[in-house]
């Protein structure tokens, strides 16, 4: 079966460092791209950007470049995407995406949701 | 990039047909044939209704049907069923020559009457 499966909830504080993960299988997980996507609380879908884990070549989308850091094990199959320093606005849900179907999101993780607050 | 203009909300009785609208501009949806369409039920992952303007995956009901013309791409649903209920979203790839990205529309919520 073709999935991707992310790492659990998490709650944190500002300040904090955080790196979620996002592991596919049941597919060459390195021939296709993944990206992620923020949904804030009530809102919708927020594209940040995605990684060739092949050869980790990254693209993020303006809003999110030098806010976070999007990063790929090949070796086990597995995207990242990491804080330095959280934000409370850094609350949300957050999904990893792959594209295997041209330019469209055709497999989705189940969402990390990440809960900061003092 | 800004996000493509969806109306927020739209309704119909079952067995009606509703069209969501996605407006973007010549550099996302007008420039390119990769515009996809998602439902996303309350606290579940999206799932890929259309791609490609108007491909559907395998196991998506031929109820949905995707179209582009110039700048705006729709989202018809034709037969409405209670199931159907859920937020849309459009998404459209987007380049320039110093961006490659992708944009997400601003949503629409579906209520079967």
């Known amino acids: 079966e073709v999935q991707l499966v992310q790492s659990g909830a998490e709650v944190k504080k500002p300040g904090e460092s955080l790196k979620i993960s996002c592991k596919g299988s049941?597919?060459?997980?390195?021939?296709?791209?993944i990206g992620w996507v923020r949904q804030m609380p009530g809102k919708g879908l927020e594209w940040m950007g995605i990684?060739?884990?092949?050869?980790?070549?990254?693209r993020y989308s303006p809003s999110f470049q030098g806010q976070v850091t999007i990063s790929a094990d090949k070796s086990i199959s597995t995207a990242y995407l990491q804080w330095s320093s959280l934000k409370a606005s850094d609350t949300a849900m957050y999904y990893c995406?792959?594209?295997?179907?041209?330019?469209?999101?055709?497999?989705w993780g189940q969402g990390t949701m990440v809960t900061v607050s003092s | 990039q800004s996000a493509l203009t969806q109306p927020a909300s739209v309704s119909g009785s079952p067995g009606q047909s509703i069209t969501i609208s996605c407006t973007g501009t010549?550099?996302?949806?007008?420039?390119?044939?990769?515009v996809s369409w998602y439902q996303q039920h309350p606290g579940k992952a999206p799932k890929l209704m259309i791609y490609?303007?108007?491909n559907r995956p395998s196991g998506v009901s031929n109820r949905f049907s995707g179209s582009k013309s110039g700048n705006t791409a729709s989202l018809t649903i034709s037969g409405l069923q209670a199931e159907d209920e859920a937020d849309y979203y459009c998404?459209?790839?987007?380049?320039?020559?110093?961006?490659?990205?992708?944009?997400f529309g601003t949503g629409t919520k579906v209520t079967v009457l």
């Open positions: 490609d303007v108007s």
């Open positions: 998404s459209s790839y987007t380049s320039s020559s110093t961006l490659e990205a992708y944009v």
């Open positions: 049941g597919y060459s997980f390195t021939s296709y791209w």
């Open positions: 995406a792959g594209i295997t179907k041209s330019n469209a999101f055709d497999i």
């Open positions: 990684i060739y884990p092949g050869d980790s070549d990254t």
């Open positions: 010549s550099s996302d949806v007008g420039g390119y044939n990769y």
